[in-house]
């Protein structure tokens, strides 16, 4: 089974980056999901660091990622759901919206199989990771290990 895999925008903005994790979907490896607040941060960050002047480019984009894979998108109402499960796992309220997208993956059973969702984030510190682990999200940087359901952490 393909490992569910939430990017934060900062995994997303960045070219390489975003055509690997699209690359290993295509792989069977992962499985991309985001929320349209997610690719709407990826398409205002180029444009807030100045690689893009205007907003025109990254909202195509946008909009090729949502057309191309429409089952990646966690609308918005199942995302705000989940912010009360992750409250307290989440450090920086900007982030609120991407660790309530990787826990909506796990309460809306998008997956027949008991599962552990990875948000890969250039910014861990922004999240408590053992309190978002007791909600089944694990958060790691992208190059870390794949996420390892709580019952088979015990043969790894």
């Given at each position: 089974?393909?490992?569910?895999?939430?990017?934060?925008?900062?995994?997303?903005f960045?070219?390489?980056?975003r055509?690997l994790?699209?690359?290993?979907?295509?792989?069977?490896?992962i499985?991309?999901?985001?929320?349209p607040?997610?690719l709407?941060?990826?398409?205002?960050?180029?444009?807030?660091?100045?690689?893009?002047?205007?907003?025109?480019s990254?909202?195509?984009?946008?909009?090729?990622m949502?057309?191309?894979?429409?089952?990646?998108?966690?609308d918005?109402v199942?995302?705000?759901?989940?912010f009360?499960?992750?409250?307290?796992?989440?450090?920086?309220?900007?982030?609120?919206h991407?660790?309530?997208?990787?826990r909506?993956?796990?309460?809306?059973?998008?997956?027949?199989?008991?599962?552990?969702v990875?948000?890969?984030?250039?910014n861990?510190s922004?999240?408590?990771?053992a309190k978002?682990?007791?909600?089944d999200?694990?958060?790691?940087?992208?190059?870390?290990?794949?996420?390892?359901?709580?019952?088979?952490s015990?043969?790894?």
């Amino acid at each position: 089974m393909s490992i569910p895999v939430v990017a934060d925008a900062d995994k997303l903005f960045g070219a390489a980056t975003r055509g690997l994790l699209l690359h290993l979907d295509v792989a069977k490896v992962i499985h991309p999901h985001w929320s349209p607040l997610i690719l709407d941060e990826m398409s205002r960050a180029p444009v807030k660091t100045g690689r893009k002047p205007d907003i025109a480019s990254p909202h195509v984009l946008e909009a090729v990622m949502a057309r191309g894979y429409p089952m990646a998108d966690i609308d918005l109402v199942t995302v705000q759901a989940q912010f009360r499960a992750i409250f307290a796992g989440t450090r920086s309220a900007e982030d609120m919206h991407v660790s309530a997208c990787a826990r909506a993956v796990v309460a809306e059973a998008f997956y027949s199989a008991p599962l552990v969702v990875a948000l890969v984030t250039k910014n861990l510190s922004d999240y408590d990771l053992a309190k978002l682990q007791a909600v089944d999200v694990r958060v790691s940087h992208l190059d870390a290990a794949p996420p390892v359901h709580p019952r088979d952490s015990s043969t790894s």
